[in-house]
């Protein structure tokens, strides 16, 4: 087959990258990945197209001994779409935002970033094809180990490379769970790919084993409380790489739930409630842990949990549908779910790439200290809002549509259940509400403060647009989401089709029709809202080209010479919401309080940060406590090599002793 | 499309009736019934000041949050007419819509770098995020109860269902409707529009930088939301089979007496502490639970 050879050069041919002269890097990097964007996005479309089931490309490994066939079905041609959107547009980015690093760091450097970069592109690639266990583990590997290379990129600053290696550490636990559930498949049916996957769930207990992999790969994917690598590694890594991580890379996690999902047989009505309570739980904590921050990547990050969370209730309420025998809920909360997913992608990415274009024009990424950043830089400013409008899931914009598929999911499945799914239910509808608002709360926060306004210091003020190069790939971003947005029926009507063919619904044409005709009426009245609106717009610049327009202060009661300091800031933003959610984010500041005594104030400071509680009761204390133990042990090093071969001493003893009560 | 037009009537008398009823209760001989019309007249006459710390975002939200409640009117039945947008779950729609115009309401606050406008701000993005649970477990339990999720049907079949106990959940649902609708709309008891203190303000702080053909709008935008939900709260009355001529009477009549309670309530009644007010707004959101169980013993589920 001449196009899996192809693929296989273009895999051998990112070596390369590492003598080719420091321009000529980035575009050697990009046409190669062209090349490969091009022709798996051919093999998807061609898939999701036609009528056949699976395309099987077959391709040799030397280094695993067996042929692994990559097998490509409509759900896997799905995901490849995903990934290369995003991971092209990544890199159409990355030229500009990596330009001011060129004089500084060695260009062996950026050899590394780049090569790190295919091979992130390739072994998400490799993930969502690769069906055989041993493979898939390895690819896996080398995803999370690209992605290290791509988040160190800043390694001069100590934090970073921390960040980095605690980013690795985590990883590697959630592969560990993985590949005990592949063991354990191993041990039970003697193969180790997803169909034996099926096979062991036939006749054992699925959701045990379910529980493992659902645990591996939620790390992946950043549910809570499995969360804690994703709000430190993504403000860590460089803006184009936290945007691929974000919108594709923590999929992959999603990726794998829904294959074991796809392989399961009984035991669904208890997984599909695990994974709904996990998400609404991701999706409120997330935004609410995003309304407290003031690091801009840091609130994308937080956020990103809370869209997980979305698109994991929409699994969820499929997997729930598909056990209640409903069709309707089943069709939906995965076509939720998986547009979700898609759309996702599309305005975190923008997000995280409008972050980037903000801390390279004003040099920081705390919020506190922007301000009145769209007068300067306008383009990002406006990429920026529509992101925010996307994400909180306002129409006429695509989050909306997804979320919608999954409030119909969840509404549609009320009149026929029984209590208890009643209750799951309305309660996942008041989550699913709360996160809209809460959404709201926190991008208004995030835009309004950061875009709007007064320059709140130096840095804001000598803020400027950044270069043409790095806002085109954005408007192709936003393309996408005003397609997706305008023009649902396009898109929902393949992801329908997807859905059927992975999880085998029932009778789907009748419904998915029904449900694309009202897509068509959301889609026409987001037509008739910009009609409205532009309407609106044309009559007030007439009407006030014929009126006096004049300019002067904002009014300040009276007392209009104050500073930019004055303004609102994020922390006054969120004090009342802070209040309120006390309870549950545990927010803490450091302030000494004015002594009556004390008749002319000395200046003072104020100091408020909100731990995250989960990192700090999963992660950190147990650590600590761990690292106690060991500092307890270590009274055995005494540095003295008497001592030490006493211990040897002892402990050969130890092994003959043993040996003689026939115990080893 | 009567349902609209009966909207954009209702909406003419609406402020005008609020005020009358209060300068009555309070006996004073108050302004005329049309007053606020004539203020929105004067203001498209004006000319505009604009701050120069705003720029565009201050200058089209105004227009968005119009065109916002216009297509939310455009998703609301009257009588057995369906609305000319209906489709399943279009009540998600219509309260998605809202939330468009909420929030360039709130980002346009944040566009003057007033400090006054951003506790607003914050105090409006804070109260409505509150508010939305109960708006959708109310209507999810309409879903439930009627089996249907679009505005035209859960009403086409709220009294047909040959349930005697319609009165409870009608009259539940009437009252968390006038509840929210004082949230969203920013009234008594949760915030006071006739305050004197900029401190004290929710949503009247937030708009204290327009002027003229802007101002105009969102006074329009507000009369609009106010006959938008005494809409909803007309549907909850009357049944939807009655002889459309009589119902066109009957809805203006709702909405006078809809816009009376709202005069009275706040002729008699104090504005809530700013830090009672989260408490107050779950509170609506533990009555629609309540609205939920009574449905869930009404269907059997739970006994």
């Known amino acids: ?664 | 499309m009567a349902g609209f037009v009966l909207i954009v009537i209702a909406a003419f008398f609406f402020p005008g009736i609020i005020l009358r009823t209060k300068s009555i209760a309070s006996g004073r001989k108050g302004p005329g019934l049309f007053q606020p019309v004539k203020d929105i007249i004067v203001l498209l006459k004006k000319g505009s000041v604009f701050s120069t710390t705003t720029g565009l975002i201050f200058q089209i939200a105004p227009a968005v949050t119009l065109a916002s409640v216009i297509c939310a009117m455009l998703l609301l039945p009257f009588a057995e007419q369906k609305a000319l947008f209906s489709f399943e779950g279009d009540f998600v729609l219509f309260a998605y819509m809202l939330a468009l115009g909420k929030f360039f309401t709130v980002i346009a606050a944040l566009d003057t770098g007033s400090s006054f406008e951003g506790m607003g701000a914050s105090r409006e993005a804070l109260f409505s995020l509150l508010v939305e649970p109960a708006f959708f477990i109310l209507l999810a339990t309409f879903a439930m109860f009627t089996g249907y999720t679009s505005f035209s049907v859960i009403f086409n079949h709220f009294f047909i269902t040959g349930n005697d106990y319609v009165m409870i959940y009608s009259i539940i649902g009437i009252y968390l409707f006038i509840q929210i609708a004082m949230v969203e709309n920013s009234r008594v008891p949760v915030d006071d529009p006739k305050t004197h203190l900029e401190l004290t303000m929710i949503h009247e702080v937030m708009i204290l930088d327009y002027s003229g053909f802007d101002k105009a709008l969102i006074h329009i935008g507000t009369y609009l939301k106010f006959a938008l939900y005494g809409s909803l709260i007309y549907n909850l009355i009357v049944p939807a089979g009655w002889n459309i001529f009589l119902q066109a009477g009957l809805f203006l009549a709702v909405q006078a007496f809809f816009a009376i309670v709202i005069g009275l309530t706040e002729s008699f009644r104090a504005r809530n502490k700013m830090n009672k007010n989260p408490k107050f707004i779950l509170t609506l959101s533990a009555i629609a639970w309540i609205a939920f169980t009574v449905i869930l013993i009404l269907t059997y589920k739970l006994v």
């Open chain 1, 1 to 664: 087959m001449l196009s899996a050879i192809f693929f296989l050069i273009v895999l051998f041919l990112s070596l390369p990258v590492f003598f080719i002269p420091g321009s000529l890097k980035y575009y050697y990097t990009l046409a190669l990945l062209v090349c490969g964007v091009t022709l798996t996005s051919v093999w998807s479309v061609q898939l999701l197209t036609g009528s056949e089931q699976l395309l099987e490309i077959p391709l040799f490994v030397p280094a695993a001994g067996s042929v692994v066939i990559l097998v490509l079905d409509r759900l896997s041609a799905f995901f490849v779409i995903v990934i290369n959107v995003t991971v092209l547009i990544g890199l159409l980015y990355a030229r500009g935002y990596l330009a001011p690093y060129y004089q500084s760091k060695k260009s062996l450097r950026f050899s590394i970033h780049y090569f790190s970069y295919l091979w992130l592109w390739l072994s998400m690639l490799m993930v969502v094809m690769i069906r055989d266990g041993l493979s898939f583990l390895i690819v896996w590997e080398i995803m999370a180990l690209s992605s290290f290379f791509l988040v160190i990129f800043d390694a001069e600053e100590r934090t970073i490379l921390k960040t980095g290696i605690s980013y690795l550490i985590q990883m590697h636990v959630g592969m560990f769970f993985i590949l005990v559930a592949f063991l354990i498949v191993e041990k039970a049916t003697g193969s180790m790919s997803f169909d034996a996957v099926g096979e062991y769930f036939s006749n054992h207990r699925n959701l045990p084993l379910f529980l493992l992999f659902f645990t591996g790969f939620a790390i992946k994917a950043g549910f809570i409380p499995l969360h804690t690598w994703l709000p430190e590694a993504h403000p860590a890594a460089p803006s184009h790489v936290s945007g691929v991580m974000s919108g594709v890379m923590i999929k992959m996690g999603i990726y794998g739930i829904l294959r074991v999902l796809v392989a399961m047989q009984s035991d669904l009505l208890l997984t599909g409630i695990v994974i709904l309570i996990i998400s609404m739980i991701s999706g409120v904590m997330g935004v609410m842990m995003a309304i407290m921050q003031n690091d801009l990547k840091r609130l994308l990050a937080y956020s990103t949990i809370e869209n997980v969370g979305i698109i994991g209730a929409g699994i969820g309420l499929g997997v729930i549908g598909q056990a209640l025998n409903n069709p309707a809920l089943a069709l939906l909360g995965f076509a939720g779910g998986l547009l979700h997913l898609l759309n996702h992608s599309l305005f975190k990415s923008l997000l995280f790439f409008n972050s980037g274009s903000v801390y390279q024009a004003a040099h920081t990424r705390n919020i506190e200290q922007m301000g009145g950043l769209m007068k300067r830089m306008p383009r990002t400013a406006i990429l920026f809002l529509i992101g925010s409008l996307a994400i909180c899931g306002l129409p006429p914009f695509n989050g909306f549509v997804s979320e919608y598929l999954i409030y119909m999911g969840m509404f549609n499945s009320l009149s026929g259940a029984t209590l208890y799914h009643s209750i799951l239910i309305l309660g996942s509808i008041v989550g699913l509400s709360l996160i809209g608002g809460l959404a709201i709360f926190c991008f208004t926060r995030a835009f309004g403060i950061a875009f709007l306004g007064e320059p709140r210091s130096e840095k804001a003020i000598h803020a400027r647009e950044v270069t043409r190069g790095m806002i085109i790939p954005q408007y192709v971003t936003v393309a996408f989401i005003m397609i997706i947005g305008l023009a649902s029926p396009l898109v929902v009507k393949p992801v329908f089709d997807i859905v059927v063919q992975t999880f085998g619904i029932h009778n789907p044409v009748m419904m998915s029709g029904a449900f694309v005709s009202n897509l068509a009426q959301i889609s026409i009245m987001g037509g008739v809202f910009v009609v409205t609106l532009v309407t609106l717009l044309v009559y007030r610049r007439y009407h006030l080209s014929k009126r006096m327009v004049e300019s002067g202060p904002t009014w300040g009661c009276g007392y209009t010479a104050g500073t930019a300091r004055q303004q609102y800031t994020a922390t006054s933003f969120a004090y009342n919401f802070n209040h309120l959610a006390k309870p549950v984010l545990q927010t803490s500041k450091v302030m000494d309080e004015i002594r009556e005594d004390e008749i002319f104030p000395r200046k003072r400071t104020f100091v408020s940060h909100s731990d995250d509680i989960f990192k700090k009761m999963l992660i950190d204390k147990p650590l600590d406590w761990f690292s106690g133990l060991l500092k307890r042990i270590a009274v055995m090093q005494t540095g003295q090599i008497q001592h030490y071969i006493l211990y040897a001493f002892v402990f050969m003893l130890l092994v003959l002793l043993l040996a003689i009560l026939n115990i080893i």
